[in-house]
Nanobody, 121 residues
């Protein structure tokens, strides 16, 4: 049974930064794509960024140049460095895993608790 444990969220002012972490167990981590998603109040969960086993990355347009996703295979951990955060990015951030071509739309894992990110104006 896979387990995804997110951490690193908090309250920041607009323009601030946070670095999220997700520790993964029960998954062949080094061979799978990992991704971050977020769900704002009253909205559907949306894809934010993915990092593949090749270390290639993909981002939703709105975060390009501000967010950086990375992975540490030895620690079974995926990170999301978020810079210049904006109030509209207030959401619960979740990580998940899946296939390279389908992870954005169809992640495979169960959703964990996530980590709350709140950006004040």
């Amino acid at each position: 049974q896979e387990q995804l444990v997110e951490s690193g969220g908090g309250l920041v002012q607009a323009g601030g930064s946070l670095n999220l972490s997700c520790v993964v167990s029960g998954v062949a981590f080094s061979g799978t794509s990992m991704a971050w998603f977020r769900q704002a109040p009253g909205k559907e969960r949306e894809f934010v960024a993915a990092v593949h086993s090749s270390d290639n990355t993909a981002y939703v347009d709105s975060v390009k140049g501000r967010f950086t996703i990375s992975r540490d295979n030895a620690k079974h951990t995926v990170y999301l460095q978020m810079n210049n955060l904006q109030p509209e990015e207030t959401a619960v951030y979740h990580c998940n895993f899946g296939n390279r071509l389908t992870i954005a739309a169809m992640p495979k894992g169960s959703w964990g608790q996530g980590t709350q990110v709140t950006v004040s104006s």
